[in-house]
């Protein structure tokens, strides 16, 4: 039986659209930059909020069946990512936003003024407020790089992806969690390409394990640059060019990687979850949900 056949889908998407709902009114009534700690409080009790839920729901369902939350961590031996392959294909992912600025190039101004224009919305002006007081600061690393990580992988790849497969096929479950993960984050493209690679370890390597490192190291790479490279002062920063040439390096080996990694680990259009996958459940049930 497969648990997730219990996990009403419908208060995913109340929570989301009450989450957004709530942000566009605290942007209009108040000044986000001015008012940092109310939104970053607004944003990790959404985080929390989200982190409980799914835990109740787990302990409900594993009421009835065997769910629990150690499934998302199974130990599996047998994938095909070497360590090696893995380093390169998290460069890549850090550096899809070149991949994101240079499509943006191509598209007209009104695009890019609007794409501008999220960059600097709700979740990115508390993340990267200029206010760098110990407790701003603790709270942007609390949010960006411990509860994010954590919440976005089970509740994007752990909890949708499972679910919406059993009313779905696998590939059109994936997509739609991808898109409401991009939806959630400024940078939409590489948010977009980011959120399909998590996707795609998670099913691969029946385990959230890697896209919960990844996300957490990409987070904390996004927060330790922000907090220590000044961008008003981009134009006399001066980079070594040991360092230009080990990035201009990183740049053709990861970019090509990235390629072959969707080609060959691309989704298949079918129906079953990753997690029946992992456990061997009741196939005849899945289809008939």
Excluded: C
């Excluded at 499509?103 to 600097?120: E, G, S």
């Excluded at 990115?124 to 007081?133: G, I, L």
């Excluded at 390597?205 to 330790?224: D, E, G, M």
């Amino acid at each position: 039986m497969n648990p997730f056949k219990y996990i009403k889908i419908r208060y995913v998407f109340i929570l989301i659209v009450t989450f957004i709902t709530f942000n566009m009114l605290f942007d209009i009534w108040f000044d986000v930059e001015s008012n940092v700690l109310g939104a970053l409080m607004t944003q990790i009790g959404y985080q929390l909020t989200i982190i409980i839920w799914m835990l109740y729901e787990m302990l409900q369902v594993n009421k009835k069946v065997d769910f629990k939350i150690s499934h998302f961590f199974q130990d599996n031996n047998q994938n095909d990512f070497s360590i090696v392959y893995l380093f390169f294909l998290f460069t890549s992912l850090i550096f899809s936003v070149v991949i994101s600025s240079a499509i943006l190039q191509f598209m007209p101004d009104f695009i890019q003024d609007y794409f501008t224009r999220l960059m600097t919305s709700y979740e990115n002006a508390t993340v990267f407020s200029q206010d760098s007081s110990l407790i701003i600061s603790s709270l942007q690393f609390l949010s960006m790089v411990v509860l994010a990580p954590i919440m976005e992988e089970f509740f994007y790849r752990g909890f949708l992806i499972n679910r919406l497969s059993l009313k779905l096929n696998l590939r059109w479950a994936v997509f739609i969690s991808t898109l409401l993960f991009t939806i959630g984050h400024g940078d939409i493209i590489s948010s977009f390409i980011k959120g399909y690679a998590f996707s795609i370890l998670y099913i691969k390597t029946k385990s959230l394990k890697i896209p919960i490192i990844f996300h957490v190291a990409n987070n904390l790479f996004a927060f330790t640059l922000f907090k220590t490279f000044d961008a008003t002062q981009a134009d006399s920063l001066i980079i070594p060019d040991l360092v230009t040439i080990i990035i201009f390096l990183l740049l053709i080996i990861s970019f090509p990687l990235l390629i072959h990694f969707f080609y060959m680990y691309r989704v298949k259009d079918e129906k079953i979850s990753p997690f029946e996958k992992i456990f061997k459940g009741d196939d005849i049930d899945v289809q008939n949900e």
